[in-house]
């Protein structure tokens, strides 16, 4: 066989005659063959084992039988053929031809006839060369060449060049502005692919968790703000759940909708949320509206003690289940404690890891232990580890781009993409808003938007 690892079922064997006749028998079920020929037998068996292959989606054995003995084959779905190596042949015997008897002596006493003319030996018959089962492979149809269709030959008359758009930054945009169109420099076709990355909408929910073993590495800012950044360039269908036992901050650093309803309040409505007679509009009696971002917020409740507001791993599938009804992209900002079964439950709905961390060494070390640790998890963690993204912000303006550079970097043999976010004051206090943000470090928040898209 050809490396192929084929499986024995279904049972299929073949018999053929020389007269051309011949039966297949599948599972037990017999198809009598009837031809004129040993080669048209042989066609049309390879043609029914091949039909099977193709109903199965993969190659079958068959063992065949016939005049020129037994052998087994490996029949594809394309009715190729191949002889199986795996199991033996049993060729038909080779009849050689029996020689000629010799003349008798003539007595010595008689009288010799008179000369005739010389006689030509009769010739030999060559001897049968020995079968091999090529014949069935040699038999196998051909398939048909594939011709592309007139559509597909056909050149589309709605077939054009896409036009890049002319520049709108820099000099070379006040120059498009002044009517010389100008192409964008190297610097803004990155900025539009990463617009483009974070402006997808891909099928069925995404979820995003932003992890961190240690507080203050920087989790709530890194979910408020990539999700504004998707949700202002991919639009609405954006959620940040503040998925933590322990005095969540995520309510904290967003605005207020006209109540004050947490997920404690959501969770008793869970079933009629996920009946069919629910709306999305429903969900404004629970979730924050940010005006100016356009996500929404599940807030916990910080105020309460964490035992006053246990949440456990079925109350986080129920959450998600409502979260992914009515949400695209859902984004969770985790609490610190990796071992609580509602840290863990998230992990096993998470579609995209990402760790916050800032330039502090005990908190890239926390992020790099929680990849380690997850790596050996499960396969699924380890995935997650694998493909993560990790977003190094710059939280004390006294680090220096050295030690952002210095923490990227010994993530990078951990993670898919390791970004950094530079010092900003907007982000160290009070609400966050993207549009409070300095140009820069809005740039380098899209493009941490981007790696996350890269990886959904």
Do not use: C
Request: hydrophobic share 40%.
């Amino acid at each position: 066989m050809s490396g192929i690892e084929v499986p024995t079922f279904p049972k299929i064997e073949a018999r053929t005659h020389a007269n051309g006749s011949g039966e297949v028998t599948i599972n037990g079920t017999s198809y009598p063959i009837e031809t004129t020929t040993l080669e048209d037998a042989r066609a049309a068996i390879l043609a029914r084992v091949a039909e099977t292959a193709g109903k199965m989606q993969r190659p079958v054995r068959v063992t065949t039988t016939g005049p020129d003995g037994e052998w087994p084959l490996i029949v594809h779905p394309d009715g190729s053929v191949e002889a199986d190596d795996s199991l033996p042949a049993n060729p038909a015997p080779v009849e050689e031809p029996e020689p000629e008897p010799e003349p008798a002596p003539a007595p010595i006493d008689s009288v010799p006839a008179p000369a005739a003319a010389p006689v030509a030996p009769a010739p030999v018959a060559p001897a049968q060369a020995a079968p091999d089962g090529n014949a069935w492979v040699r038999q196998a149809p051909v398939p048909a060449p594939e011709y592309p269709s007139r559509r597909e030959a056909r050149q589309s008359f709605l077939t054009q060049e896409q036009i890049e758009e002319p520049a709108t930054q820099g000099w070379r945009g006040t120059l498009t502005r002044f009517g010389i169109r100008m192409s964008p420099n190297d610097s803004e076709r990155a900025e539009r692919s990463d617009v483009l990355a974070v402006s997808q909408h891909w099928p069925g929910p995404r979820t995003i968790a932003v992890v961190n073993g240690k507080g203050g590495a920087g989790k709530t800012p890194t979910t408020v703000l990539l999700a504004a950044v998707f949700a202002r360039h991919g639009g609405a269908g954006v959620l940040t759940w503040d998925n933590n036992q322990t005095r969540g901050t995520l309510g904290w650093r967003t605005e207020q909708g006209p109540h004050e309803a947490t997920l404690l309040d959501l969770l008793p409505q869970v079933d009629r949320l996920l009946s069919t007679g629910a709306q999305s509009a429903d969900l404004a009696h629970f979730v924050h509206h940010q005006t100016r971002d356009r996500f929404d917020v599940l807030r916990s409740k910080p105020m309460a003690l964490a035992h006053e507001q246990r949440v456990e791993p079925s109350d986080v599938d129920a959450i998600h289940a409502v979260a992914a009804k009515y949400y695209r992209l859902i984004f969770i900002d985790s609490g610190n404690d990796e071992s609580d079964p509602m840290w863990l439950r998230m992990i096993d709905h998470t579609d995209q890891l990402v760790v916050a961390t800032t330039t502090r060494d005990d908190h890239a070390e926390a992020g790099a232990l929680l990849l380690e640790a997850l790596a050996e998890r499960d396969a699924g963690s380890a995935e997650l580890a694998r493909d993560a993204v990790v977003i190094v912000n710059q939280a004390d303006p006294k680090s220096t781009p050295a030690e952002l550079a210095r923490v990227a970097d010994g993530y990078r043999s951990l993670a898919r993409e390791a970004v950094t976010v530079p010092h900003d004051p907007a982000m160290v206090d009070g609400v966050l808003r993207f549009g409070s943000l300095r140009p820069d470090t809005q740039r380098a928040w899209l493009a941490a938007g981007a790696a996350v898209a890269r990886g959904l």
